[in-house]
């Protein structure tokens, strides 16, 4: 657990990916029933320290019994992913197409919401896109149940309790209702699934309803998640970065948090895959798979996107998919591997093929969960390959292949 973190998103820490190939806790590893309600009782005069009353609170928690939580808490794929399978499953061609439909879509608000904080259309729609898919996947754990869970058992008890107290705010406020307050393990809810904390902070009413609804109102979602972007540092018409290419044999530093002017990379040999200047402002260099893979020139908006979620290849994501939203291309150098990752729509397929030959792989919806990742396993095995469950290109021509 981060608690820099500010959104945790449905998609990467919750859907997309599963870290492990163990099952679900067992009965053994659920927190013992009989402490929840004395600690419901210490949280409830906690909250009302903060404004909560009680018939809020009440109304809220009545019945409650913690949920399945708390084993997420040392998961975070941003972390234990190769970074080519992270940016395949993340920035494919559906995002990409799905993305310039809602730009298409909501063009006017966005243009309202660049007037105002002068973030660009593009990072933002790229951003809902990674963290729910555009609205599709908002995860489906109650907030409170999940917070007051995390407070009573979790690792970090003080960070979620506030983060809890922020969450009884909103629905005291009338800001969601709820039945529509869900979202993923962590706490983190909405269209670009924020904290309830970094809510509280960022909140903008751009639908002029008179409430901030990151649940229901896309302007209103974007529109914070702008003025959270603006107050990390995003400047107005500079690039978040750009793909690069490095001299041969090139030895100089490297490192997100170097920034030095883009003349002194110019003079060192470095060059914009498209052969178009570097431009003015300074840059850092980041080589996320070593120098024989990807290179690029990041500015300091990608520090404010990196703000947002503290792992570079989640900041990577946000950026290139922009670009593609945009316009731009795949990435002009390959990743240093044999084995690619797949997109979403090889990942259905993948499960497609699995299941025709009797494996249990759940939902059939690119979601590479434990039963997924089990039945890889239990294929690559009888290939005898290592079974280490991962969703490969070369386990996908095996099974199209018929082996």
């Given at each position: 657990?981060?608690?820099?973190?500010?959104?945790?998103?449905?998609?990467?820490?919750?859907?997309?990916?599963?870290?492990?190939?163990?099952?679900?806790?067992?009965?053994?590893?659920?927190?013992?029933?009989?402490?929840?309600?004395?600690?419901?009782?210490?949280?409830?005069?906690?909250?009302?320290?903060?404004?909560?009353?009680?018939?809020?609170?009440?109304?809220?928690?009545?019945?409650?019994?913690?949920?399945?939580?708390?084993?997420?808490?040392?998961?975070?794929?941003?972390?234990?992913?190769?970074?080519?399978?992270?940016?395949?499953?993340?920035?494919?061609?559906?995002?990409?197409?799905?993305?310039?439909?809602?730009?298409?879509?909501?063009?006017?608000?966005?243009?309202?919401?660049?007037?105002?904080?002068?973030?660009?259309?593009?990072?933002?729609?790229?951003?809902?896109?990674?963290?729910?898919?555009?609205?599709?996947?908002?995860?489906?754990?109650?907030?409170?149940?999940?917070?007051?869970?995390?407070?009573?058992?979790?690792?970090?008890?003080?960070?979620?309790?506030?983060?809890?107290?922020?969450?009884?705010?909103?629905?005291?406020?009338?800001?969601?209702?709820?039945?529509?307050?869900?979202?993923?393990?962590?706490?983190?809810?909405?269209?670009?699934?924020?904290?309830?904390?970094?809510?509280?902070?960022?909140?903008?009413?751009?639908?002029?309803d008179g409430h901030a609804d990151i649940i229901d109102s896309v302007p209103d979602a974007l529109g914070s998640t702008a003025n959270y972007l603006r107050k990390s540092g995003w400047v107005t018409g500079?690039?978040?970065?750009?793909?690069?290419?490095?001299?041969?044999?090139?030895?100089?530093?490297?490192?997100?948090?170097?920034?030095?002017?883009?003349?002194?990379?110019?003079?060192?040999?470095?060059?914009r895959v498209d052969g178009a200047p570097l431009g003015a402002g300074s840059a850092g260099l980041l080589l996320p798979a070593g120098r024989n893979g990807p290179a690029f020139l990041v500015t300091g908006?990608?520090?404010?996107?990196?703000?947002?979620?503290?792992a570079e290849i989640y900041a990577l994501a946000i950026g290139h998919l922009s670009d593609r939203l945009r316009g731009g291309g795949p990435l002009a150098t390959p990743w240093p591997t044999d084995d690619?990752?797949?997109?979403?729509?090889?990942?259905?397929?993948?499960?497609?093929?699995?299941?025709?030959?009797?494996?249990?792989?759940?939902?059939?919806?690119?979601?590479?969960?434990?039963?997924?990742?089990?039945?890889?396993?239990?294929?690559?095995?009888?290939?005898?390959?290592?079974?280490?469950?991962?969703?490969?290109?070369?386990?996908?021509?095996?099974?199209?292949?018929?082996?």
């Amino acid at each position: 657990m981060r608690p820099n973190r500010v959104a945790w998103s449905f998609l990467t820490a919750a859907g997309l990916w599963a870290t492990s190939l163990s099952p679900t806790p067992s009965a053994a590893q659920t927190p013992p029933q009989p402490d929840f309600g004395a600690c419901l009782a210490q949280l409830k005069g906690a909250a009302a320290a903060r404004g909560i009353s009680a018939a809020t609170f009440d109304a809220v928690t009545a019945g409650m019994q913690p949920n399945d939580v708390l084993h997420f808490q040392d998961e975070q794929p941003e972390f234990t992913t190769p970074v080519w399978d992270y940016m395949a499953g993340l920035v494919d061609q559906e995002r990409v197409d799905d993305g310039q439909a809602m730009l298409a879509r909501y063009g006017d608000a966005l243009g309202r919401i660049e007037a105002r904080f002068g973030v660009s259309r593009y990072v933002l729609v790229a951003l809902w896109g990674v963290e729910s898919d555009y609205g599709k996947n908002l995860g489906y754990r109650p907030i409170v149940q999940s917070l007051a869970t995390l407070s009573c058992y979790g690792h970090k008890p003080r960070y979620y309790e506030g983060e809890l107290f922020s969450a009884l705010s909103i629905l005291q406020n009338g800001d969601t209702k709820p039945e529509r307050f869900v979202g993923s393990w962590a706490g983190a809810f909405g269209q670009t699934q924020f904290m309830p904390s970094t809510l509280a902070r960022n909140a903008v009413d751009m639908d002029g309803d008179g409430h901030a609804d990151i649940i229901d109102s896309v302007p209103d979602a974007l529109g914070s998640t702008a003025n959270y972007l603006r107050k990390s540092g995003w400047v107005t018409g500079v690039p978040w970065g750009m793909e690069v290419r490095l001299p041969p044999g090139y030895s100089g530093p490297a490192g997100r948090k170097a920034h030095h002017p883009m003349a002194f990379w110019a003079a060192r040999g470095v060059k914009r895959v498209d052969g178009a200047p570097l431009g003015a402002g300074s840059a850092g260099l980041l080589l996320p798979a070593g120098r024989n893979g990807p290179a690029f020139l990041v500015t300091g908006n990608f520090e404010a996107v990196f703000a947002y979620n503290a792992a570079e290849i989640y900041a990577l994501a946000i950026g290139h998919l922009s670009d593609r939203l945009r316009g731009g291309g795949p990435l002009a150098t390959p990743w240093p591997t044999d084995d690619p990752g797949l997109a979403r729509v090889e990942r259905r397929e993948l499960q497609e093929r699995l299941a025709g030959k009797g494996f249990d792989i759940g939902n059939r919806d690119g979601v590479m969960g434990t039963k997924t990742r089990a039945a890889i396993a239990s294929f690559q095995q009888s290939l005898g390959v290592k079974p280490d469950g991962r969703a490969s290109a070369s386990v996908l021509k095996a099974l199209q292949d018929g082996r």
